[in-house]
């Protein structure tokens, strides 16, 4: 009897260390910087905290929403590293819809949740997001930066002209 029950016992904390120990592949937690990169093409690396720094020279930066730009959102005490979400989809000058990771749920993406500008000059710089545990937007608002455009920025006109390399005389 007691070696059943010796037996039956260490089956269960082989199977309890199994569940909880990492697999390679599922101890990695999806992360909003690399789904943002995936969905948008916008090719910056590194915590979302650093993305808007990172794009000024590369892509266009605004505070208007458009369809396919990332909103960037600063580093503050409750997201400390930031965060990126793709906008999906603009219903309005102060709401979108957005498709990011890492956000209600741990690892998890959401597709097509409402982010709304909540800021007092209208410019994106304070955003509620949708939280899907409570089924709302979230109750507080969030430091953003701004929109990073996907395509790079417009070469000027002189650099782009063409250049006449010989002349036949």
Not at 70 to 81: E, I, Y
Not at 110 to 115: I, K, P
Not at 143 to 169: C, K, R
Request: aromatic share 8%; net charge positive.
């Amino acid at each position: 009897m007691l070696k059943t029950l010796r037996a039956a016992l260490a089956l269960v904390v082989s199977a309890l260390l199994l569940a909880t120990t990492a697999n390679p592949l599922t101890a990695a937690v999806l992360q909003c910087a690399p789904y943002a990169r995936e969905i948008s093409g916008i090719q910056l690396f590194g915590r979302a905290a650093s993305w808007w720094d990172q794009a000024a020279g590369h892509y266009d930066r605004g505070n208007q929403p458009r369809e396919g730009a990332v909103l960037a959102f600063s580093a503050s005490r409750s997201m400390p590293a930031g965060h990126v979400a793709m906008v999906s989809k603009v219903m309005g000058p102060r709401e979108v819809l957005i498709t990011h990771a890492n956000w209600s749920y741990r690892g998890g993406i959401e597709r097509n949740v409402r982010a709304v500008d909540v800021s007092p000059n209208n410019d994106w710089s304070e955003v509620k997001v949708w939280y899907a545990p409570i089924g709302d937007l979230g109750l507080r608002p969030n430091p953003a930066h701004g929109f990073i455009y996907p395509q790079a920025p417009a070469q000027n006109d002189a650099l782009a002209a063409p250049v006449q390399i010989a002349a036949a005389y």
